[in-house]
């Protein structure tokens, strides 16, 4: 029964990979029930607990008696603060009529991708990517084209790839900056230079991925949606899950030309309606209220940044850049493919990050599922004495290897 229950799953179902993600993290909770002392550093979420304010304001909105349903495109007062946002971080204006909350930045996404992709169009992901973005442009009908800069690039794509990977298929341009899995942070100019191939293609779109904005550690966060060449076929994509430790929250929001949004909400409409009530009064409290607790955590991220850095750049083999944004750090660990130890052999980072999974028991995430095959993922929203463990084992792991 079992067997002929999944052959009539749909196609679509079928083909879809499970998120690496979520996968790594249950295989850690499993293991840990057996248990073993697991550290997690595979999930993409703050160790924080939400700011006291913003829960305060979502306590006050439930006492107010906030628990109704919530207009598709969001509350009023939400979508008021996030255009203020949006103007006073990112020099981009929109109307109350071009933004839409959704419930989580990945809902966002997929209510874009569903909205702009017919069967046949091509998306171009830049890689390394967020292990959905290629699962929802082919749940939408459409084909992931992957272009990829490795670590000697610092994981960042040059315009002159994006021009090369368009073709009459194109439809979208998908990226994230702060990037997840690579902490990479896209600068104004190459930005800017990107922006200009695209501005030449009438019928090419942007979704610029900007959840790790306020995790960037360069000093000046860029959006791609300022620059005047592609600001009319640019949606922003944001949330508040990163940077004000909302994970659970499930808030996310876009700004994009007033016809995408419309399609977003109706999508939205059909699917899920309106996020929590009370969740966005809080959020629009947290976007307008004292951003202290925020740039205390990204300070926080730096300073584990700067040390995971140094701990990994100890073990041989190990290869390590300086990524200037998000939680994450993304080794090249090619140099142990065809190593073995205890009957494990490393052909390729599935293997690898079995095996630190099994004889260091700390969990990370594959680069292959981020488009990156000769790299892990490691989140180092931990605190700094599991972060110290987690690598420690990390290393006396791999020596084991020959």
């Excluded at 929109?94 to 169009?121: H, M, P, R, T, Y």
Aim: hydrophobic letters at 45%.
């Amino acid at each position: 029964m079992a067997t002929a229950s999944i052959q009539h799953l749909s196609r679509k179902i079928q083909q879809m990979e499970e998120s690496a993600t979520i996968k790594m993290a249950q295989m850690a909770r499993d293991l840990a029930a057996q248990g073993h002392d697991v550290i997690s550093l595979s999930l993409g979420e703050p160790d924080f607990d939400t700011p006291a304010h913003i829960k305060e304001a979502a306590k006050k909105a439930l006492d107010d008696g906030f628990t109704k349903y919530t207009p598709v495109p969001g509350l009023v007062e939400l979508r008021q603060a996030i255009q203020t946002k949006f103007k006073r971080d990112n020099g981009l204006e929109f109307g109350l009529n071009q933004i839409v909350v959704s419930n989580g930045a990945k809902q966002s996404i997929a209510n874009i991708c569903l909205s702009l992709l017919d069967e046949g169009d091509e998306v171009i992901i830049l890689a390394p990517y967020w292990v959905s973005y290629a699962e929802i442009v082919k749940l939408a009908g459409a084909v992931p084209v992957i272009v990829s800069a490795d670590i000697e690039k610092d994981y960042k794509v040059t315009a002159d790839q994006v021009a090369g990977a368009i073709t009459e298929r194109t439809r979208i341009l998908l990226f994230s900056s702060p990037c997840n899995p690579t902490g990479s942070v896209y600068l104004h100019d190459e930005l800017k230079a990107i922006a200009e191939v695209i501005a030449a293609y009438e019928g090419i779109y942007i979704i610029s991925d900007e959840i790790y904005e306020y995790i960037n550690f360069t000093g000046n966060h860029a959006s791609i949606g300022a620059f005047a060449a592609v600001k009319d076929r640019t949606v922003t994509v944001n949330g508040f899950s990163k940077g004000f430790a909302m994970t659970g929250w499930r808030l996310g929001y876009i700004g994009a030309p007033a016809w995408i949004a419309e399609a977003c909400s109706k999508v939205q409409g059909q699917f899920t309606s309106g996020a929590t009530a009370f969740g966005q009064k809080a959020a629009a409290h947290a976007l307008l209220s004292d951003m202290t607790p925020t740039f205390e955590m990204r300070e926080a991220f730096r300073q584990r940044r700067d040390m995971v850095i140094e701990l990994l750049s100890q073990i041989p083999g190990m290869k390590v850049n300086k990524p200037q944004g998000a939680f994450y750090i993304f080794p090249d660990i090619s140099s142990y493919f065809g190593k073995s130890a205890e009957n494990m052999k490393i052909n390729n980072a599935d293997d690898f990050c079995e095996y630190i999974l099994h004889k260091a028991h700390v969990a990370v995430v594959t680069g292959s599922a981020f488009g990156a095959d000769n790299c892990f993922r490691i989140s180092y929203a931990a605190s700094e004495k599991e972060l110290r463990e987690a690598i420690r084992r990390i290393g006396e792991a791999v020596s084991k290897l020959k």
